[in-house]
């Protein structure tokens, strides 16, 4: 058993470079909060996967998601079911080095991890 995490908002996972993979209906949610037609999105916010199988989110220049505005994410309220269940569906060892999340205080909250890194 893995226990919970609570996001604190505090940006350090939109920070480093990786994967975040979009899909459609995400796009499409994404692209309305913002207030952009969705082939705009995916021109401004967005990159060809590596295993060409799908869109991802674009980084920066400097490794940081392209949709950070300091600890704000620009799409926080919709934002890509990946970065919703981070760190908590996640196997990513290096979070707790930078991540300001916290342990949940509730004992239900004590799940298995299901997914990888990849």
Excluded at 2 to 10: F, L, N, P, S
Excluded at 78 to 103: D, I
Aim: net charge neutral.
């Amino acid at each position: 058993m893995t226990t919970r995490y609570e996001c604190q908002r505090c940006g350090a996972c939109c920070r480093w470079s990786g994967q975040v993979k979009v899909s459609a209906a995400e796009i499409d949610a994404m692209a309305a909060h913002l207030g952009m037609s969705v082939s705009a999105f995916i021109e401004q916010y967005t990159r060809l996967r590596p295993d060409r199988r799908g869109l991802m989110l674009a980084d920066k220049p400097n490794g940081e998601c392209a949709l950070l505005e300091g600890v704000d994410c620009r799409v926080h309220p919709v934002k890509p079911q990946q970065c919703r269940t981070f760190p908590n569906e996640w196997n990513v060892p290096q979070f707790a080095e930078h991540c300001r999340a916290v342990k949940s205080q509730s004992p239900e909250n004590d799940v298995p991890q299901t997914r990888s890194e990849n």
